[in-house]
């Protein structure tokens, strides 16, 4: 039976793998694990081998941190980055303006 904790793992887990387009099959042969052992850890199974965790946050970019605590580098930081640092400086200021006024309470 899974308990919370592993649940939100998994739900981390199977967000990473959804925004890369993944099926569980694709992403166990692209870490080296078999299928079963995808759905376990997005279902939340208790069994689930840390090294495994690892190597799934070490394709996906993310930090350990972001799938065991749901905090630290998440899947989507990579790309918006990229993004941003591409930007020349006056479009950077206006991005910083934009997210002032969306979201006023990061600032």
């Not at 079963?36 to 930090?63: H, P, Q, R, W």
């Amino acid at each position: 039976m899974a308990d919370n904790k592993n649940f939100q793992i998994g739900e981390r887990i199977r967000e990473c793998r959804k925004l890369k387009s993944m099926s569980q099959s694709e992403l166990a042969e692209a870490i080296g694990v078999s299928d079963n052992t995808i759905s376990n850890m997005e279902t939340g199974n208790n069994n689930v081998k840390l090294e495994n965790i690892e190597k799934v946050a070490d394709f996906f970019k993310v930090s350990l941190d972001y799938l065991v605590k749901g905090v630290g580098q998440a899947p989507s930081d990579d790309d918006f980055l990229n993004r941003y640092n591409k930007l020349l400086q006056e479009d950077k200021k206006k991005m910083i303006e934009f997210m002032n006024i969306f979201f006023p309470e990061t600032a």
